[in-house]
């Protein structure tokens, strides 16, 4: 049996998003708990879709004894402040020096954390845990398959393995393989070679899904090569990390990261996945739709039955750095007098709350959304009938978010002749069907569907749709790379699949 510290500190980093994550945004829960340290981190996560909560079934499971650091998370946003990385890695390393004798570290970790002041913050991280253990114990880290992974964090750990699935399914469960891979090490797995590849041209996040092409392809090859012999040596573990574009540092591309029992072994199983990659730049190129022609094409495409036709408000996705609250497709949906229309999840506490003033049955005259101010965008000036008033408070159900407890805060369902919309008191990722149905909204019986996500929505609202979308309309996440006014990447990487290449 063996002592395991175990701890988090997961950020994505839109480095072109309008606000940062300060202390206070990791201190407080949102989609994921708020901020845990001490015994109570162990019981935290039962039952969630979140890394940290598969390695403490896997380990536990084990008969492992763990010892709780510290593990937190914040929605995406711009860069983690100083203040904010400073405070919780003092706490995380403080923890790891108090923890006694130890024989292995766990981490959860995003991979594209960029703070104030470190364009790496996983790699500076990783670099303060290996100083404080010292050499010898592993540290082992599960990463988001957006991880923008670097020559630090690889040579600071002893093994990164990120998820292989996106929309997240697979998160509990790659804690749980990070479990299963340390066991290997306590059972005399030798010490591993590692090989780093980065690939060069950035792939947007709405084609990076798994269960489409070409990635659905490159994740299968991926997983036979799981325990593969090469050569003379055996691949221990074998990650793709798709990477998260919207963030100009030298890091940002996809990175294949491959561990083995030899140098060779490594080398052959990360280029092997690296030339799948390249051969399949092409396919990861897709189409953008204007708000105008998607909500057009949908009215014009709406049937009594068979689904909602989605369309994926991508660039505003609070997952990638939005702020939730643009109002380019809304007001299509109002202008086009869409029927059966609805949109999850506006963020706009201010309207939130004059509707719960105003009560269920009332007509409030609004100013809705577009309240942050990071697109160039008027809020949409109207009057909407209150349907519904709730507390924002209901468990997820769908594949992604499954088992969290959601906090939207106050949460008004408005309509306005046939769209509704959904506004939150929180900004969420509207990627899962409680979201509307905690409110009353049926999706399946909806002609058309806008929500606030990339990809993560395909988990639970994929099933239902008739056909997905991808507009583009205000917001930071932006979906054409090539529109990205970069300053730092890695000169010639291409920004778009067969794009124009970086000049520096
Ligand atoms: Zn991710």
């Not at 201190?27 to 909560?53: C, E, H």
């Not at 094409?297 to 049937?303: F, G, H, R, T």
């Amino acid at each position: 049996m063996m002592r395991i510290a175990v701890g988090g500190f997961q950020h994505e980093t839109n480095t072109f998003a309008p606000s940062k994550a300060d202390f206070a945004a990791f201190a407080q829960a949102d989609s994921w708990p708020a901020l845990q340290r001490g015994a109570a981190l162990l019981d935290a996560f039962t039952g969630m879709n979140i890394p940290v909560a598969g390695f403490i079934e896997a380990a536990r499971a084990k008969g492992h004894t763990l010892v709780p650091l510290v593990w937190c998370s914040a929605t995406p946003s711009a860069h983690v402040t100083e203040d904010a990385f400073e405070r919780i890695s003092a706490m995380l390393i403080d923890d790891l020096i108090g923890a006694g004798d130890l024989d292995a570290v766990y981490l959860d970790l995003h991979g594209a954390m960029v703070t104030e002041h470190f364009e790496d913050g996983e790699g500076e991280l990783l670099r303060r845990v290996r100083a404080a253990v010292g050499p010898k114990i592993p540290v082992v880290v599960s990463l988001d398959l957006h991880a923008n992974v670097t020559a630090e964090m690889v040579a600071h750990s002893d093994a990164l393995i990120a998820y292989r699935t996106y929309p997240h399914v697979d998160m509990a469960e790659t804690g749980a393989r990070a479990a299963a891979h340390l066991d290997a090490i306590f059972a005399g797995l030798p010490r591993q070679s590692k090989a780093l590849r980065k690939i060069g041209y950035l792939i947007p996040l709405t084609s990076q899904c798994t269960l489409t092409e070409p990635a659905a392809h490159i994740y299968g090859d991926l997983q036979k090569l799981d325990g593969a012999v090469l050569g003379n040596g055996r691949v221990s573990s074998i990650s793709f990390a798709t990477g998260f574009p919207p963030a100009d540092v030298k890091d940002c591309s996809p990175s294949i990261i491959a561990y083995a029992d030899s140098e060779a072994a490594a080398a052959e199983a990360a280029d092997r996945i690296a030339a799948d990659v390249l051969a399949s730049e092409s396919r990861f190129r897709e189409k953008l739709w204007s708000a105008r022609e998607a909500v057009a094409y949908a009215v014009a495409n709406s049937a009594a039955n068979g689904g909602p036709i989605i369309l994926a408000d991508t660039q505003d996705n609070p997952g990638a750095g939005g702020n939730g609250d643009t109002v380019g497709v809304l007001r299509e949906l109002l202008a086009q007098k869409a029927e059966r229309a609805a949109l999850g999840v506006l963020f706009d506490p201010e309207s939130a709350a004059q509707a719960a003033a105003a009560g269920v049955g009332a007509r409030v005259k609004l100013k809705l959304g577009a309240k942050t101010g990071g697109a160039d965008e008027e809020p949409i000036d109207g009057e909407f009938e209150v349907v519904r008033i709730t507390d924002g408070e209901f468990l997820a159900t769908g594949p992604f978010y499954g088992g969290s407890r959601m906090s939207l805060g106050t949460t008004a369902r408005l309509r306005s002749g046939g769209v509704e919309v959904v506004v939150a008191s929180r900004k969420a990722q509207c990627a899962d069907q409680e979201m509307l149905k905690h409110i009353g909204i049926d999706p399946a019986r909806l002609a058309t569907l806008v929500v606030k996500s990339s990809v993560h929505f395909r988990a639970d609202f994929g099933p239902l749709a008739r056909e997905v979308l991808v507009v583009e309309s205000p917001g930071p996440n932006i979906a054409d790379l090539a529109r990205l006014p970069y300053r730092h990447l890695r000169p010639g990487t291409r920004v778009m699949p067969l794009g124009a290449a970086f000049k520096g």
